[in-house]
């Protein structure tokens, strides 16, 4: 069954710090996937993607992910995080026949100063 | 270039009305999609549009959701009779395509139904 897991609820990190928010999926088939952010009382927002090709794909606003097969991860990080990236973090997985996409549960984040 | 728009923005409710969700996706879309996000948790399809066919409805609960996308533009999304869980942000999305480099989603900033 297809799936993705995003083991962190909610995680806290100073400004300034480096980020890393953790992605699991659980697919049949070559996996595409997103990233995407999400404020409060706004649509999803598009990250980044993987397709194929280098496995550590650059997204907007200085975030990075790293495919990784053999651990069927696809973690997001930012060396440098700002009080603005505050928000909720999607992982998605797919297509899938029917082209549905899979979304994790999300993780919260929150920045202190 | 316009986003996707989704009207209304707030809506609420009593338990057993009807109400209607609307969606205007991004010009030249061709692809839409309905999802419903309860709190604290990811968004789930619920239906996909390619043009006016629906290629996608099984997570659809039919018995009380319907959907329509007349000349495979905007596209309504109805629940009669609501119910007390039916609460949740009603998302819509559209595409350029359904396959690969065309299947990135931009999404609607959403619906938030409260059923009381």
């Known amino acids: 069954a297809q799936s993705v897991t995003q083991p962190d609820i909610h995680i806290t990190v100073s400004e300034g710090a480096s980020l890393e928010l953790r992605c699991n999926y659980s697919?049949?088939?070559?996996?595409?996937l997103f990233w995407y952010v999400q404020s409060p009382g706004q649509g999803l927002q598009l990250l980044l993607k993987?397709?194929?090709?280098?496995?550590l794909v650059q997204g907007i606003k200085g975030f990075e992910a790293e495919f990784k097969r053999s651990q069927s991860s696809f973690n997001l990080r930012k060396p440098s995080v700002h009080w603005s990236d505050a928000a909720e973090y999607f992982c998605a997985v797919g297509p899938y026949t029917g082209n549905q996409f899979y979304f994790g549960t999300g993780t919260s984040l929150t920045v202190i100063p | 270039e316009a986003g996707v728009v989704q009207s209304p923005r707030y809506k609420i409710i009593e338990k057993k009305q009807p109400v209607a969700f609307w969606c205007n996706p991004i010009?030249?879309?061709?692809?839409l999609y309905w999802y419903l996000q309860n709190l604290g948790q990811g968004p789930e399809l619920l239906i996909r549009?390619?043009?006016?066919?629906?290629?996608?409805d099984s997570q659809l609960p039919k018995d009380r959701f319907s959907a329509e996308r007349l000349k495979g533009v905007d596209s309504t999304l109805k629940i009669q009779p609501a119910e007390l869980g039916d609460s949740a942000v009603y998302l819509c999305?559209?595409?350029?395509?359904?396959?690969?480099?065309?299947?990135?989603?931009?999404f609607g900033p959403g619906t938030r139904l409260t059923v009381l």
């Open positions: 999305a559209s595409s350029l395509g359904s396959q690969e480099e065309n299947n990135e989603q931009f």
């Open positions: 549009y390619e043009n006016e066919e629906a290629v996608d």
């Open positions: 993987y397709f194929s090709g280098d496995t």
């Open positions: 697919y049949g088939a070559t996996p595409y």
């Open positions: 010009s030249g879309h061709n692809t």
